[in-house]
């Protein structure tokens, strides 16, 4: 059981950035694809970041490819969402999640964190 817990998030302006953060604990951490998945009010869970084991591929959502970063620390078995120039529409709650096989696919993945709120105001 691989366990995940998320934080960072809170309240920007548009224009601004936040870092989000991913611990895990209870498994090889480096044995795992880690994502970030967003879902706003009313809306389905969406796919925003993926890195996979080693951290030399990444993956990113068309709506913020240049915008956000991935990345991993192995050595301290976390990830982070580097989120710069935010938009109103970024405005979600956030989730970290793990799987064992490179997807960007919701329902592949096995472990999620409990969600961080990101509000962006305008």
């Known amino acids: 059981q691989l366990q995940l817990v998320d934080s960072g998030g809170g309240l920007v302006q548009a224009g601004g950035s936040l870092r989000l953060s991913c611990a895990a604990s209870g498994h090889t951490f480096s044995r795992y694809v880690m994502g970030w998945f967003r879902q706003a009010p009313g809306k389905e869970r969406e796919f925003v970041a993926a890195i996979n084991y080693s951290g030399g591929l990444t993956d990113y959502a068309d709506s913020v490819k240049g915008r956000f970063t991935i990345s991993r620390d192995n050595s301290k078995n976390t990830v982070v969402l580097q989120m710069n120039s935010l938009k109103p529409e970024d405005t979600a709650v956030y989730y970290c999640?793990?799987?064992?096989?490179?997807?960007?696919?919701?329902?592949?993945?096995?472990?999620w964190g409990q969600g961080t709120q990101v509000t962006v105001s305008s």
């Open positions: 999640a793990a799987d064992r096989s490179w997807t960007r696919r919701r329902n592949e993945f096995d472990y």
